[in-house]
């Protein structure tokens, strides 16, 4: 029985001779791509904005590659519910359905359960969206991950204390949520490691009445250095508000959720302070190329604003396309060959699958620290997060690098530009300053 490399090798050979000797159009091959998403469950609204970006990828992909080549990539979907069970069953449909490779997975659990399959049959399984850190710690040779792993999220937040002198004292202040907790004991661990107290842990109920500020005396109370705030509900703005007329002021504010990453918040609040900075896996503002495309295409499709969620899924169609074009042959073995040896540029950052620690096929993007300032969030200018030096000579970091250079030589390698790594890093900086006294401006990795 022919496999799938002898069926691709004859049909490109029959395809090219139709199109040379009689003149015919050339067939386009088939690339299946499996796609594994909640479509349906607790977690069908971030399946469904996966989707929907997954969609539009394809649609693009498939549109300027008609001139270009003669592959077509086909997505098959099967609905994992956020479930293992549910998961390793839809992963066996997607492996009988013959596809080349597959990409989603948003729970945890189900996508530990759907990898070990994936590993089990040989199908390169591209991980978007879920972060525990064991997924890339077991060895499994086919299984890759885009999104950062859950234990380094907070490495931006931590490069921006060692920043920041002076802060002694820090509260918290948390909706009563499994949001809330989690952030509270990620945030713990980066406060204990700076050496810095948290002196009060407070926390509202988001059923509270809308006029009842109850946690407000306390935050007065504590009089923090340092204010840490997690919320996703519409108290965002109050407690912005509160901040701005606190007797004591916080001299730096974190603040995580859904409603910081919006600019109505802050303008709703009439915050004029500065300093106060929020973070994100993804941002519209993210200063990577294609961004602002990938944006205004899914706003016109869909009418809604792209997420970190879709920036993801739409980056995983990406690499999984740069990786079909790159391969010798639609076989899983060759996609994910071509899988290892990616190094490219997407909508979610830098792309390539690293191995580190207990990690292997780790792919290490930087999340984005966003300062409030003259009524827009802009991306904090100065951090560097560096994939490992061996990177540094790689064209595919120079976009980042053009979009942030603005200044001298000297005032790039002292002010830095976000996740660069880049050829013209080599060049224009590393020409005037040694790789000691650029380290010593660098964070992360």
């Known amino acids: 029985m022919l496999n799938n490399k002898k069926i691709f090798i004859i049909v490109l050979i029959t395809a ?73 069953q839809a992963m066996e449909q997607l492996i009988d359905e013959g596809v080349s490779a597959i990409i989603g997975g948003c729970s945890s659990s189900a996508t530990f359960a759907a990898a070990a399959l994936a590993e089990d ?79 009060d842990i407070v926390s509202y109920a988001t059923s509270e009445k809308p006029d009842d500020a109850a946690y407000f005396p306390r935050l007065q109370e504590a009089a923090p250095d340092l204010l840490f705030v997690f919320s996703k509900d519409l108290e965002a703005t109050r407690i912005l508000a509160l901040c701005e007329v606190m007797e004591l002021p916080p001299k730096l504010i974190v603040a995580k959720g859904k409603p910081f990453l919006n600019p109505l918040t802050f303008l709703e609040a009439q915050v004029a302070r500065k300093n106060i900075y929020t973070i994100s896996l993804w941002h519209p503002s993210a200063p990577y190329p294609g961004v602002g495309e990938f944006i205004k295409a899914f706003s016109d499709k869909y009418g809604i604003e792209a997420d970190y969620h879709a920036a993801q899924a739409y980056a995983a169609m990406q690499v999984i396309n740069d990786a079909v074009s790159r391969a010798l042959s639609p076989e899983p073995a060759d996609i994910k060959e071509a899988l290892e040896q990616t190094e490219m540029m997407t909508v979610y950052g830098p792309v390539t699958f690293q191995s580190y620690g207990d990690k292997d096929r780790q792919n290490r993007p930087s999340p984005l620290l966003l300062e409030w300032q003259e009524g827009q969030l802009r991306p904090v200018q100065y951090m560097f997060c560096f994939p490992p030096f061996s990177l540094w000579t790689s064209s595919c970091f120079r976009p980042v690098l053009q979009a942030w250079q603005k200044g001298s030589r000297s005032h790039v390698a002292r002010h830095g530009i976000y996740c660069a790594s880049s050829r013209a890093i080599a060049a224009n900086t590393l020409a005037s300053v040694s790789k000691s006294e650029m380290m010593q401006y660098s964070f992360g990795w």
């Not at 992909?61 to 001139?67: A, D, G, K, L």
């Not at 710690?137 to 937040?157: A, G, H, N």
């Open 16 to 88: 090219l001779l139709g199109s040379v000797v009689f003149g015919f159009p050339a067939i386009a091959q088939e690339i299946r791509i499996g796609v594994l998403l909640p479509l349906n469950g607790k977690l069908a609204i971030i399946g469904d904005l996966e989707k929907k970006a997954v969609e539009l990828a394809q649609e693009q992909i498939n549109t300027s590659q008609e001139v270009t080549t003669n592959q077509e990539i086909v997505l098959m979907f099967e609905d994992s519910m956020g479930e293992p069970e549910t998961a390793k």
């Open 121 to 199: 049959k040989g199908i390169p399984f591209l991980i978007t969206t879920a972060s525990a850190d064991r997924i890339t710690e077991v060895d499994m040779k086919y299984i890759f991950r885009l999104c950062l792993p859950s234990s380094e999220q907070t490495k931006t937040i931590a490069a921006l204390l060692n920043r920041r002198k002076g802060l002694r004292r820090a509260a918290i202040l948390r909706e009563k949520s499994r949001f809330g907790e989690y952030e509270t004991r990620k945030i713990l661990k980066v406060c204990r490691r700076a050496r810095i107290l948290i002196t």
